[in-house]
Nanobody, 128 residues
Framework: QLQFVESGGGLAQPGGSLRLSCAASGFNLDHNIAWFRQAPGKEREGVSCIAFPESKTNSADSVKGRFTISRDDAEKTIHLQMNSLKPEDTGVYYC??????????????????????WGRGTQVTVSA
């Protein structure tokens, strides 16, 4: 059974840090993987992604310089290190696999039909 399990969410103060993890089971990480987030009343948006096999990354402008995505193929886990958190980073964070052969460039488009498998999400709240 293919599934993702996200962890690491919680409450952080503005300027603080959190590290999210996304553990895959049922498949290997020889695909592009992306983190998305959804705030209440807003559409799901791409945050950061990492491509296979060269691990090229891409991030939304709103998180560049603050968030870093990485992969541990041995542990089949994708991490998202989030620093300098802002209240607008609040939301449910999901990871998803871009199914199919990788072009070496990953997608941040939540409507991309290649994102077939999603985790259930982990809540991140940034508040004083």
């Amino acid at each position: 059974q293919l599934q993702f399990v996200e962890s690491g969410g919680g409450l952080a103060q503005p300027g603080g840090s959190l590290r999210l993890s996304c553990a895959a089971s049922g498949f290997n990480l020889d695909h592009n993987i992306a983190w998305f987030r959804q705030a209440p009343g807003k559409e799901r948006e791409g945050v950061s992604c990492i491509a296979f096999p060269e691990s090229k990354t891409n991030s939304a402008d709103s998180v560049k310089g603050r968030f870093t995505i990485s992969r541990d193929d041995a542990e089949k886990t994708i991490h998202l290190q989030m620093n300098s958190l802002k209240p607008e980073d609040t939301g449910v964070y999901y990871c998803a696999v871009e199914w199919g052969p990788s072009s070496g460039i990953c997608s941040l488009d939540a409507t991309d039909r290649r994102f077939v498998y999603w985790g259930r999400g982990t809540q991140v709240t940034v508040s004083a």
